[in-house]
């Protein structure tokens, strides 16, 4: 398997554009999860899909971020308008759950997006 | 307020010389442990989970300890490689309701060089 795959690796786009980051999850996991990480903040869980419903949106900065997931194999995160203090890395991860939802399922991280505002 | 505390924030040592990472929480109530190995540019890797009952885990030259007493975990390295230089990224989760990860509180990490 080639592992959760997301593109792009790198955006640079104009503060008010539309940015969307993609993300394929390893084929079998039903869980989904987008984080973003900073020098600042370190890594922070945006939303998490369990089986292509959105179950914890709580970390979504603000009304201005928004998630989807169509189906099994594909998310998108779009950020609209985009600001410079959005510029991160954007990672997604899955995983399976185990017999007890996810408290002891490892997740596993795709190579990220880093995106620039500017 | 749950938190995750890593030290040092930085670590240099030389090729071949052991070193251990440091991670204190205040997650109530505790569920499991995850040390994560994120090298430059790339996703984190998960390197151990621990539950509350287990004390140690090794997988490989790398060892996690977890003192749930005093909420502190380490993560011993033994024999360190140039391959370690990466950032160490400790992920505490909280026990909630129905398996949602929004429970998980992130360490800031450890980032390591190894020096030849």
């Known amino acids: 398997d080639a592992g959760v795959i997301q593109s792009p690796r790198h955006e640079v786009t104009e503060m008010g554009q539309e940015v969307t980051l993609r993300c394929k999850p390893i084929s079998g996991h039903n869980s989904l999860f987008w984080y973003r990480q900073t020098m600042m903040r370190g890594l922070e869980l945006l939303i998490y899909f369990n089986n292509n419903v959105p179950i914890d949106d709580s970390g979504m900065p603000e009304d201005r971020f928004s998630a989807k997931m169509p189906n099994a194999s594909f998310s998108t995160l779009k950020i609209q308008p985009s600001e410079p203090r959005d510029s991160a890395v954007y990672f997604c991860a899955s995983s399976r759950p185990g017999q007890r939802q996810l408290v002891n399922t490892e997740a596993f991280f795709g190579q990220g997006t880093r995106l620039t505002v500017v | 307020k749950n938190q995750v505390e890593q030290s040092p924030q930085s670590l240099i040592i030389l090729e071949g010389k052991n070193c251990t990472l440091q991670c204190n929480y205040t997650v109530s109530p505790f569920s499991n442990l995850r040390w994560y190995k994120q090298d430059t540019g790339r996703g984190p890797v998960s390197l151990t989970i621990m539950t509350f009952s287990e004390n140690t885990k090794s997988n490989g030259r790398y060892t996690a300890t977890l003192d749930a007493d005093t909420k502190q975990s380490s993560l011993h390295i033994t024999a360190s490689q140039l391959s370690d230089s990466a950032s160490y990224i400790c992920?505490?989760?909280?026990?909630?309701?129905?398996?949602?990860?929004?429970?998980?509180?992130f360490g800031k990490g450890t980032k390591l060089s190894v020096k030849p």
């Open positions: 992920v505490v989760s909280a026990r909630g309701y129905g398996g949602s990860q929004g429970n998980l509180i």
